[in-house]
């Protein structure tokens, strides 16, 4: 459609400026061929202006995504790592054979949002911004009332949004209070299915967030700060049991996870761990130089100190992690 304009709007420009009149002589075939060869300038044009679904627009950035992992996720060394590879894996399949579905677990504040921002910005020139990236949180799917509807209009979504652009990017918050039966909706398109309804899903990307595991994975943390051990040393098998079948199982909450782990569907489960004041310190500075501000350690550890710590003995974990930061820093500075 977009090419279909930009000819329209050469041959107006053509017809409008005289162009055809002038050239009367001259055979149809030559202002024909001029006017594809303009439309094709035109293209170039649009394509350079407005977002489209060529490589100009969405290229992976493996360094990049790399290099912000490591300098801009603070205190997730575990999450950094599988995030890197298993995106990474996947980008560089010509051919996979089902999306990208990964599941993003921890406390409030530990950066699974960020995380997922991360990905976006290296793999689309616009990042978040881009119209090949969708979020739907809860607020989208208040009524249960209305579950016929959103039904039918995530998967109108699904099927338009990948018709429109293949590499498109689901971002799911607040998946353990999403109900089952959205859920269930949502799992065919995560499979194996060469086409679904005619359309191919398998250069998509899902991403669901949620705190599920949270309070595990952050008992494997304190275990380890109890032992006198370094976080650095925590490894993904150390916090795989927070994240096993079981936990979720036990839980209302987990429902829906028992529903994707049952069929494989999910590839990668991704750990999050709670923040520490020295994250949050971190996560300060980072903030005032987003802000334009210049870094001032005085204000951000004014601001990390009357910050909630929790376990109510220790307070070693930040308890909104490194949430609500931007706006506490515009009242300590
Ligand atoms: C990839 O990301 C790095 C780090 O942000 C950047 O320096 C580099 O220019 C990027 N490469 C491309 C091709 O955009
Ligand atoms: C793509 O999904 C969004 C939801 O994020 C929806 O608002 C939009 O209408 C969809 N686009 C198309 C072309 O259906």
Sequence with gaps: MQATYATYFVYYVLISSGFVNAFEPISTTFVVG?????????????????????????????????????????????????????????MNNKNPKKPLVLSLH????????????????????????????????????????????????LQQWFKDNVTNCPRSMFIFKWMDQMHPGLIDCIKPY????????????????????????????????????????????????????ALSLSVFNNKKSGLWHTRLIDKNLVDFFIPFLPLEYRHVLLCGMAEMSAKGLEPDQDVVDQMAKDMVYFPKSEKIFSLMGCKTISVKLDYYT
């Design 34 to 90: 001029v006017g594809v060869g303009l439309a094709a300038v035109g293209r170039t044009i649009y394509n350079y202006v407005y977002e489209s679904c060529d490589s100009k627009w969405i290229a992976f950035n493996s360094t990049g995504l790399k290099m912000a992992l490591d300098r801009k996720l603070f205190g997730q060394h575990v999450a950094s790592r599988v995030i890197q590879k298993a995106v990474t894996g996947f």
């Design 106 to 153: 921890g406390w409030t504040g530990t950066g699974k949002n960020f995380a997922s921002q991360l990905i976006a910005e290296n793999i689309y020139k616009e990042g978040m911004a881009s119209s090949c990236v969708h979020q739907f949180g809860t607020t989208h799917f208040l009524l249960s009332s209305q579950l016929e509807n959103y039904k039918s209009q």
């Design 190 to 241: 995560l499979g194996y299915y060469e086409y679904l309804d005619g359309v191919s899903y398998r250069q998509a990307i899902f991403i669901f967030l949620s705190n599920a595991g949270g309070e595990q994975i952050t008992q494997v943390a304190l275990d380890f700060w109890k032992a006198g051990r370094d976080r650095e040393e925590i490894k993904l098998q150390h916090l795989e049991p």
